[in-house]
């Protein structure tokens, strides 16, 4: 079964000077696994918390479906296997972490014979054990962005739903809270999160969905991110001259003089030996030879955050002249 299955959302806001209504959810529709990772990517604005808040049923949806668990979105039994940690979370600044856990607790219901022992060990997974005593307003981002953690995970959930996690905590918290997802999702547990971290993502996630002026614009696998993220190769030559590369068309996708260099852009793994074996034969140097790994980053950048809908800039030969040479099909 699903954990999170989502259908055909639609979502207007008001804006503040007008009152004509703006879009920003136009049909998301996606599912989350039972015990999967899912990451939730998407630029400034694309629609991610609004999501999020409606999967949780803290707002609602004009249209569409969600259902947590098989269960309608909002009713108490899914909320009650739900941990959320919002993205920008109220912490009542005068509480201690502990009194701050101690009534996170009994509002989610944790039996009052376990809490102790439950906030005793969700302060250790989230190493704040020596500052439960201190009062949040004392505390830093990073220390709040942790307890905002805590309380999330304080009642054992099966689905975790984190908007930003990583956001405020330097690269030593966000380790440790990625640890802590990596030991979660271990456990079983759903893991359903945004995030701008992009190298954060790649490290946790079985699959991330792309959202885009609040659509999903892709959903890639694993597998699939690898294979985008499999670069070309490139090869660093001298004494490269017209001719050389002759009839390697299918190897070769460029090959640049700059100076007395060229740089051969090889396009698969396997056409390597070919192409290193003719430039020796033909009497050139082989300089370097480098694999061009792209990042997740690399991706997103590249492809993804493109506007939706591109000015109409057509070519006389119908393609539009905006497209990026390495379109992937988004
Ligand atoms: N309560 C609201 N009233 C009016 N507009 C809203 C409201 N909440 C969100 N919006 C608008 O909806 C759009 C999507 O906002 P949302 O917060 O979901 O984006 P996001 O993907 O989470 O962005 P970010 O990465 O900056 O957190 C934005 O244009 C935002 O201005
Ligand atoms: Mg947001």
């Given at each position: 079964?699903?954990?999170?299955?989502?259908?055909?959302?639609?979502?207007s806001f008001?804006?503040?000077?007008s009152?004509?209504?703006?879009?920003?959810?136009r049909?998301?529709t996606?599912?989350?696994?039972?015990?999967?990772?899912?990451?939730?990517?998407?630029?400034?604005?694309?629609?991610?918390t609004?999501?999020?808040?409606?999967?949780?049923?803290?707002?609602?949806?004009?249209?569409?479906?969600?259902?947590?668990?098989?269960?309608?979105?909002?009713?108490?039994?899914?909320?009650?296997?739900?941990?959320?940690?919002?993205?920008?979370?109220?912490?009542?600044?005068?509480?201690?972490?502990?009194?701050?856990?101690?009534?996170?607790?009994?509002?989610?219901?944790?039996?009052?014979?376990?809490?102790?022992?439950r906030?005793?060990?969700?302060?250790?997974?989230?190493?704040?054990?020596?500052?439960?005593?201190?009062?949040?307003?004392?505390?830093s981002?990073?220390?709040?962005?942790?307890?905002?953690?805590?309380q999330?995970?304080?009642?054992?959930?099966?689905l975790?739903?984190?908007?930003?996690?990583?956001?405020?905590?330097?690269?030593?918290?966000r380790?440790?809270?990625?640890?802590?997802?990596?030991?979660?999702?271990?456990?079983?547990?759903?893991?359903?999160?945004?995030?701008?971290?992009?190298?954060?993502?790649?490290?946790?996630?079985?699959?991330?969905?792309?959202?885009?002026?609040?659509?999903?614009a892709?959903?890639?696998?694993?597998?699939?991110?690898?294979?985008?993220?499999?670069?070309?190769?490139?090869?660093t030559?001298?004494?490269?001259?017209?001719?050389?590369?002759a009839g390697?068309d299918?190897?070769?996708?460029?090959?640049?003089?700059?100076?007395?260099?060229?740089?051969?852009?090889?396009?698969?793994?396997?056409?390597?030996?070919?192409?290193?074996?003719?430039?020796?034969?033909?009497?050139?140097d082989?300089i370097?030879?480098?694999?061009?790994?792209?990042?997740l980053?690399d991706?997103?950048?590249?492809?993804?955050?493109?506007?939706?809908?591109?000015?109409?800039?057509?070519?006389?030969?119908?393609?539009?002249?905006?497209?990026?040479?390495?379109?992937?099909?988004?």
């Amino acid at each position: 079964m699903n954990a999170i299955s989502v259908s055909g959302v639609t979502k207007s806001f008001r804006g503040d000077m007008s009152l004509k209504k703006r879009e920003v959810l136009r049909g998301v529709t996606f599912e989350a696994r039972s015990g999967e990772a899912l990451g939730f990517l998407g630029s400034n604005g694309a629609g991610k918390t609004t999501s999020i808040k409606i999967i949780l049923g803290l707002i609602r949806a004009d249209g569409g479906t969600v259902e947590l668990f098989g269960r309608p979105a909002g009713c108490r039994d899914a909320a009650s296997r739900t941990g959320y940690l919002p993205e920008m979370p109220y912490f009542y600044p005068h509480l201690t972490l502990a009194e701050f856990l101690e009534f996170c607790g009994r509002l989610s219901g944790v039996p009052a014979r376990d809490l102790a022992r439950r906030i005793d060990r969700v302060l250790e997974t989230v190493d704040l054990a020596p500052h439960r005593g201190l009062r949040l307003k004392g505390f830093s981002k990073g220390m709040l962005q942790r307890a905002g953690l805590a309380q999330a995970i304080l009642h054992d959930p099966d689905l975790l739903v984190l908007d930003e996690p990583f956001s405020g905590l330097d690269p030593v918290g966000r380790r440790l809270v990625r640890d802590v997802l990596v030991d979660l999702k271990a456990r079983g547990k759903t893991i359903f999160f945004s995030s701008h971290i992009l190298p954060d993502m790649e490290a946790l996630c079985d699959r991330v969905a792309i959202i885009r002026d609040g659509v999903i614009a892709k959903t890639l696998g694993l597998d699939e991110l690898v294979r985008l993220g499999e670069g070309r190769i490139e090869i660093t030559a001298r004494g490269v001259r017209p001719g050389t590369l002759a009839g390697l068309d299918e190897c070769v996708s460029s090959a640049a003089p700059r100076g007395e260099e060229t740089f051969v852009v090889v396009r698969e793994q396997r056409f390597v030996r070919s192409v290193i074996e003719r430039l020796y034969e033909r009497g050139a140097d082989v300089i370097s030879v480098a694999g061009v790994r792209r990042s997740l980053e690399d991706i997103f950048m590249q492809e993804i955050a493109r506007p939706a809908w591109p000015a109409r800039a057509e070519t006389p030969g119908g393609e539009r002249s905006s497209e990026p040479a390495a379109f992937v099909g988004f």
